[in-house]
């Protein structure tokens, strides 16, 4: 088939997983280096899937590594892949696409950047590095990743519209090669929750939020 999807599971563990259950429980959480705290639903849902990542800000802004589980997950998925291919790795936050490129070096493999803060597209799409890292809101319409054939979500931001734009900028015309979407998703998370929506092509949002209250 043209275009595939995947999902590969991690599990929260130790000082993460407490963190997470104790924000969706109570709106707040202790951890070592401050409080986190979500002042509504919406943040939330926010600090949950920041969580999920592995780094997670406190009420001071700085943020904070409490977990290498999904960044553990796309180094194995990488060295899956192979050195020689091409891949685009979409995430939601800057501190998600500091762990790609962490991964990336780990690895050995030269990773390039597409986000509010860097444009090094023209850069990857010339062959410079093998990974490009996109934050998801930046590679949207008429960005052209046909150079990969593998897609990978590390996050994904809380908006449809975003999801099916990033899929359609590397399963596009000028693609040659049947496409894989690999989505890393922590294990009863709201990763989950996400995905489920996705599936369903609801509202992300309104259909966590509407689950949470059922």
Same mark, same amino acid.
Request: hydrophobic share 40%; proline share 3%.
């Given at each position: 088939?043209?275009?595939?999807?995947?999902?590969? $599971?991690?599990?929260?563990?130790?000082?993460?997983?407490?963190?997470?259950?104790?924000?969706?429980?109570?709106?707040?959480? =202790?951890?070592?280096?401050?409080?986190?705290?979500?002042?509504?639903?919406?943040?939330?849902?926010?600090?949950?899937?920041?969580?999920?990542?592995?780094?997670?800000?406190?009420? @001071?802004?700085?943020?904070?590594?409490?977990?290498?589980?999904? =960044? &553990?997950?796309?180094? @194995?998925?990488?060295?899956?892949?192979?050195?020689?291919?091409?891949?685009?790795?979409?995430?939601?936050?800057?501190? @998600?696409? @500091?762990?790609?490129?962490?991964?990336?070096?780990?690895?050995?493999?030269?990773?390039?950047?597409?986000?509010?803060?860097?444009?090094?597209?023209?850069?990857?799409?010339?062959?410079?590095?093998?990974?490009?890292?996109?934050?998801?809101?930046?590679?949207?319409?008429?960005?052209?990743?046909?150079?990969? &054939?593998?897609?990978?979500?590390?996050?994904?931001?809380?908006?449809?519209?975003?999801?099916?734009?990033?899929?359609?900028?590397? $399963?596009?015309?000028? =693609?040659?090669?049947?496409?894989? $979407?690999?989505?890393?998703?922590?294990?009863?998370?709201?990763?989950?929750?996400?995905?489920?929506?996705?599936?369903?092509?609801?509202?992300?949002? =309104?259909?966590?939020?509407?689950?949470?209250?059922?």
């Amino acid at each position: 088939p043209p275009e595939t999807h995947v999902t590969y $599971h991690c599990e929260l563990t130790g000082e993460a997983a407490r963190i997470y259950r104790d924000l969706e429980e109570d709106f707040v959480a =202790q951890a070592r280096n401050g409080v986190v705290t979500a002042a509504n639903a919406l943040v939330k849902l926010l600090r949950l899937q920041q969580v999920t990542g592995g780094c997670v800000p406190t009420d @001071d802004g700085v943020g904070h590594r409490i977990d290498a589980a999904k =960044q &553990r997950l796309l180094a @194995d998925t990488l060295e899956d892949i192979g050195p020689d291919e091409p891949v685009v790795i979409f995430c939601r936050f800057h501190a @998600d696409l @500091d762990a790609i490129h962490e991964a990336c070096r780990q690895l050995g493999y030269t990773s390039l950047e597409l986000s509010g803060r860097r444009d090094e597209l023209a850069r990857w799409q010339a062959g410079e590095g093998q990974a490009l890292a996109v934050q998801i809101s930046a590679g949207g319409v008429g960005v052209d990743l046909t150079r990969a &054939r593998y897609s990978i979500y590390y996050s994904l931001s809380f908006s449809l519209g975003e999801y099916d734009q990033s899929l359609s900028r590397v $399963h596009r015309p000028g =693609q040659t090669r049947p496409v894989e $979407h690999i989505h890393l998703v922590a294990r009863n998370t709201v990763d989950t929750k996400i995905m489920r929506a996705l599936e369903k092509r609801s509202e992300i949002v =309104q259909a966590i939020l509407a689950e949470v209250k059922s």
